[in-house]
Structures are given as structure tokens and as C-alpha cells.
DNA sequence: CTCATTTGACCACC
DNA sequence: GGTGGTCAAATGAG
């Protein structure tokens, strides 16, 4: 993450890198603790679980901060903030829409341009996404055009980790494109008449691991999400820190299988979209410890 | 038998 | 009219 100096950030920008800072600090300790100290140390366990709480803490806490616009958005439904002319679109979420849960994907920030027009953003790359986010444009009947209904797209690896279930209704190959588009609606659509959809796609290239284009539609209106953090962001440098709190089945072990054939994918596929999603924490995240 | 996925048909939008 | 999104019957897995 590269940025200016830290007067141009906004301001609860600054408390959330002074919170991944620490969480940073924290982890040192952790790898400290689990590389020096003998394996059958009585406080170790103890210092361990400690140091992972106070971790796992920070990180919400962190999130908690991203989510929740800082005092100089909270003016208007769309004021500049600093000098990044950041705004807070309307209808994203914040930490009141989804006060249980911490689903970093939804958690969207968006640049406008300046004398934008009626609906376009462009991306600001806060987090390892890519994001885009339509407006409200109306159509003559009042109804908002498919094209232009609130969505948010993200380029990932890992498709399917976002913490809800979801199920798919449809598949289709389009125009121009190499891979199917595939569609799946929430899988408590019909008991809890959540409309939250999202397509994914995977993308041209060689890439590799594949990456797919996740395009998410309508906020989650269900409750029985499973509480997982499934921050996964790709990662850009190597010096990016990772944590894993699954040893092993993890999503990015999942999702770096390779697949015999489009069938066998399509296995994978459906058991890691299941709600058994072990947690993953992969932050991409150059922190300068000093 | 139940439930999720597949897939062709239908529909809305551009 | 072409393209993309959704529906719903058929199919398959557990």
C-alpha cells in the first residue's frame, strides 16, 4: 500500500494503519513466542491464545474503522474528504448496516470524479479489489435499468469466500468471452427473500492461480450469515504479511488446486461454496516496523 | 426422497 | 435483433 505522507490521509485512515500497526507488532511477537520458546512451555498456549485474541481484536477493530465513515464524510451523503475527494456512496455499507458481522468485501469506498455524471465512479484501490459501483439511474417506469442496478465487482482467486452461502441459477457463455458467466443467487432467497446475487466469471489470461471477476448485486438482507472473516485480498508483494488460522484446508489451498477438467472444478466449487468456509486472513499490507 | 445443479427457454434491456 | 439475466423442468448426487 503505497500513499502520500499521512497529513493527506483521512483521518480515521490514520487510526486504522496506527491499529494494523500494531496488530504487525502483535504478530512478531506471536512468530517470537512460537519460534524461541520451547513447545512444552505451560505459558505458551496461554501467551499464544492471548496474543491471537489480542490479534484478532485489532483486526476488527481495523475493519470496524474502514466500515465506518470518519466524522468529515458524515456532513453530507457525498463530501470531499481531505485531499483525496474521497465519498461515501449511498447505500454502501457500514458498521450500523451489518452490525454483526465483519465482511470486509462489502465495505466499499469509491472515488468521484471530478463533475462526475450521473452514475459513474471510478475504483480506488483501497483494499486489493477492484471496485466499481453503478448508480441509480431510473428508467422511464421507475424501475432501476438492469445495467445500472448497485453492483460492485472484485477481481479474485477465491471466488467463493465471502461468507455467504450461495446457490447457483444459472450459467451462461457470453459474447466474446472465453469462460462461462455463472450465476447464484443467496442460498436463503426463498426462506428470508435475501436478493443478493452475484455472477462470477473467470477471467481472460493465463493466469495462476485463475482469477475471477466477482459481481456482486444487492446487500445481504439475511441473518444467518456464518461469522467469518474472509478477508482475502490478492496479494502483490511478497513481503505482503499472511495469516492463516486454518492449518491447512484453507481457501487458498483450496483455490490453488488445480482441476482435472471443468467437471472436477465444478466439485470444488460446490464444496467450497458450502458454509463449512474455514477462516482465512490474507492481508496485503506492506507495514514499515520501526 | 430431497435438494442442488444443469440447461434450454423466455424475457428485459440496449 | 442481439445480449445478458432469470426461470423452471430435468437431471444427478447424497
Redesign the pocket.
Known amino acids: 500500500m503505497v500513499m502520500g505522507g499521512s497529513d493527506q490521509l483521512p483521518c480515521h485512515h490514520k487510526m486504522v494503519i496506527g491499529e494494523i500497526t500494531r496488530s504487525h507488532q502483535l504478530v512478531a511477537k506471536l512468530r517470537s513466542l512460537v519460534l524461541t520458546s520451547p513447545p512444552t512451555s505451560e505459558w505458551r498456549p496461554e501467551l499464544a491464545n492471548n496474543l491471537f485474541e489480542e490479534v484478532l481484536e485489532s483486526y476488527k477493530v481495523s475493519v470496524s474503522m474502514l466500515l465506518r465513515p470518519c466524522s468529515c464524510f458524515a456532513e453530507a451523503s457525498e463530501v470531499n474528504c481531505s485531499k483525496g475527494s474521497l465519498a461515501v456512496e449511498e447505500g454502501t455499507m457500514n458498521a450500523e448496516d451489518q452490525p454483526e458481522r465483519m465482511d470486509i468485501g462489502y465495505a466499499h469506498v469509491s472515488r468521484k470524479e471530478p463533475l462526475s455524471t450521473a452514475s459513474t465512479t471510478t475504483t480506488l484501490h483501497l483494499d486489493g479489489h477492484q471496485w466499481r459501483m453503478s448508480g441509480k439511474?431510473k428508467?422511464s417506469?421507475g424501475?432501476?435499468?438492469?445495467?445500472?442496478?448497485k453492483s460492485w465487482t472484485i477481481v479474485t482467486p477465491a471466488p467463493h469466500f465471502d461468507g455467504h452461502?450461495?446457490?447457483?441459477?444459472?450459467?451462461?457463455?457470453?459474447?466474446?468471452?472465453e469462460f462461462p458467466?455463472?450465476?447464484?443467487?443467496c442460498?436463503h432467497?426463498k426462506e428470508q427473500g435475501c436478493h443478493a446475487?452475484k455472477?462470477i466469471?473467470q477471467k481472460e489470461g493465463n493466469d495462476e492461480p485463475p482469477k475471477f471477476i466477482v459481481?456482486y448485486?444487492m446487500h445481504h438482507t439475511c441473518k444467518s450469515m456464518t461469522p467469518i472473516y474472509s478477508l482475502f485480498l490478492e496479494s502483490t508483494t511478497q513481503s505482503a504479511p499472511i495469516i492463516s488460522f486454518a492449518p491447512g484446508n484453507t481457501p487458498q489451498n483450496k483455490q490453488t488446486e488445480t482441476y482435472e477438467d471443468?467437471?472436477d472444478f465444478?466439485?470444488h466449487?460446490?464444496i467450497i461454496?458450502?458454509s463449512n468456509v474455514p477462516m482465512l486472513i490474507d492481508l496485503n499490507l506492506s507495514i514499515e516496523s520501526k
Open positions: 439511474k428508467t417506469n424501475d432501476i435499468p438492469r445495467e445500472e442496478q452461502q450461495w446457490r447457483k441459477y444459472g450459467e451462461k457463455h457470453i459474447s466474446n468471452s458467466r455463472n450465476y447464484y443467487r442460498s432467497f446475487t455472477t466469471q459481481t448485486k471443468e467437471k465444478k466439485r466449487d460446490h461454496s458450502s
